[in-house]
Nanobody, 126 residues
Framework: EVQLVESGGGLVQAGGSLRLSCAAS????????IGWFRQAPGKEREAVSY????????YYADSVKGRFTISSDNAKNTVYLQMNSLKPEDTAVYYC???????????????????RGQGTQVTVSS
């Protein structure tokens, strides 16, 4: 059974930083991407950042490029999202997720996650 457990959310002022962690377990597939999507009230799901299990390539939404960095520690089966220069519009619930077959249209990853964690709230005050 795939389990994804997030931690690290919280309240931060605009311009501040947070680091999210996702502890993953129960994987039985060889090739996937793991990372984060977010959802704010009344808004659609947005893929934020993912990293490939096979070659470490990364995806970032245009809205977070240059501010967020995804990384993984394979020994700990943990994925991190370092979020810098946070903006109020980054406020959302952030979910750790796994996608088995990622599909990118233009510059946007549109695939619905195959697995997701319970989510962690990130609130950025202005």
């Amino acid at each position: 059974e795939v389990q994804l457990v997030e931690s690290g959310g919280g309240l931060v002022q605009a311009g501040g930083s947070l680091r999210l962690s996702c502890a993953a377990s129960g994987f039985t597939f060889d090739d996937y991407v793991i990372g984060w999507f977010r959802q704010a009230p009344g808004k659609e799901r947005e893929a934020v950042s993912y990293i490939s299990s096979s070659d470490g390539s990364t995806y970032y939404a245009d809205s977070v490029k240059g501010r967020f960095t995804i990384s993984s520690d394979n020994a700990k089966n943990t994925v991190y999202l370092q979020m810098n220069s946070l903006k109020p519009e980054d406020t959302a619930v952030y979910y750790c997720a796994v996608i088995l077959v990622p599909v990118i249209v233009g510059t946007t990853l549109i695939s619905e996650p195959d697995y997701r964690g319970q989510g962690t709230q990130v609130t950025v005050s202005s």
